[in-house]
């Protein structure tokens, strides 16, 4: 009985020394949000503008986290969450969603669910009021992973979404972004200065907006949504990570979920919100060391811009972003709320 019993404790005092400190939960269900990166600064902010854009953030992280709270899933939590993004005009997303050159607008968004590992997306949508509730009813009721265009808005009807007149994305804010983009196009084109288009900070920020959130529910499950506008002035049916799975977003609860929001193309280049996943799955990282790895090393080598959200399946979160600001949120299973923009 002895021997046993020393057993068990030589066993115990084993795996206590041999243990990852990463593997420890420290939150049973958390949520985590964005509303876009760029070059955003204090002195370019009225005190008017960052109390709405920190009421705005509060509001939705707050409608996901009652959701978790009360045992609701993490799909519910993050429709709802995203949704209430995509009502406000202070987001490139639903209601807020820049325009294209063509003076329309065109709005992406996907979704995947961590336990399944099954996904929905949608691209180039004008008519559908929420494009993270049709990314995720085309995950739930249909064969199919990526819808676009017309065809998107055909089963977005077929199931009974929500439909709006392209009038409903109409903010003037963004139709004068718009205006301006174009108008430094042209002066840089009437003195073959293409540089000074692609170094404009009006321009170059042009490409980034986007809302996300990933949420970890009582039932261990992560999910992780993305919606978006697009690049303001973008040509030709351009798509970018928003709506690819792997870039704009991922989720898998043997690792984490992960929101996307920045310059599109090199999101989808370096497979940005895969890749977080696939160094803690496969090199064994901590989500902390895989999102600062992958933004600050990889992302900006290439020469890539904006940032990540990200939350592993024990409750750990990270903001991880290359630019001057990200709109954000977070919160866990005690209710602590945090709240920034600004890199700090």
């Avoid at 269900?29 to 008017?48: Q, R, Y």
């Avoid at 310059?263 to 990282?285: N, T």
């Amino acid at each position: 009985m002895r021997k046993f019993a020393f057993l068990v404790f030589i066993s115990v005092l084993f795996f206590s020394c041999n243990s990852n400190p990463k593997e420890k939960k420290i939150n049973d269900f958390a949520i985590i949000i964005h509303g876009g990166a760029g070059t955003i600064l204090k002195k370019n902010m009225t005190d008017e503008k960052e109390a709405a854009y920190k009421a705005k953030l509060e509001e939705a992280i707050k409608v996901g986290y009652t959701i978790l709270k009360n045992g609701g899933t993490s799909t519910e939590a993050i429709m709802k969450t995203i949704q209430v993004m995509e009502n406000s005009p202070l987001f490139n997303a639903g209601k807020g969603a820049v325009f294209t050159n063509a003076g329309t607008n065109e709005l992406d968004a996907s979704f995947m669910d961590g336990n399944t590992l099954n996904a929905g997306a949608v691209a180039g949508v004008k008519d559908v009021k929420s494009p993270i509730e049709l990314a995720i009813k085309i995950m739930t009721d249909s064969e199919h992973v990526m819808l676009s265009g017309e065809g998107a808005s055909t089963f977005a009807k077929e199931k009974g979404l929500e439909m709006v007149d392209s009038s409903y994305f109409y903010t003037e804010e963004r139709f004068q972004s718009l205006q301006k983009i174009i108008e430094k196009e042209k002066t840089a084109l009437d003195h073959d200065d293409k540089k000074a288009v692609f170094y404009d900070p009006v321009i170059k920020d042009s490409k980034f907006g986007t809302v996300g959130c990933v949420a970890l529910d009582k039932n261990g499950n992560i999910a992780a949504g993305t919606s978006t506008g697009g690049m303001t002035n973008k040509r030709w049916g351009r798509i970018g990570d928003a709506p690819i799975i792997g870039s704009g977003t991922y989720a898998n609860n043997n690792t984490c979920g992960v929101s996307s929001t920045g310059w599109g193309e090199y999101f989808i280049r370096s497979q940005v919100a895969y890749d977080i996943s696939a160094q803690m799955e496969y090199q064994k990282k901590s989500l902390k060391e895989a999102t600062k790895d992958v933004i600050q090393n990889k992302l900006t080598k290439l020469g890539g811009t904006g940032g990540v959200v990200a939350l592993d399946k024990n409750g750990n979160m990270s903001f991880e972003f290359n630019t001057e600001g990200m709109y954000r949120a977070s919160m866990d299973e005690k209710g602590e709320l945090i709240i920034k923009i600004y890199k700090e």
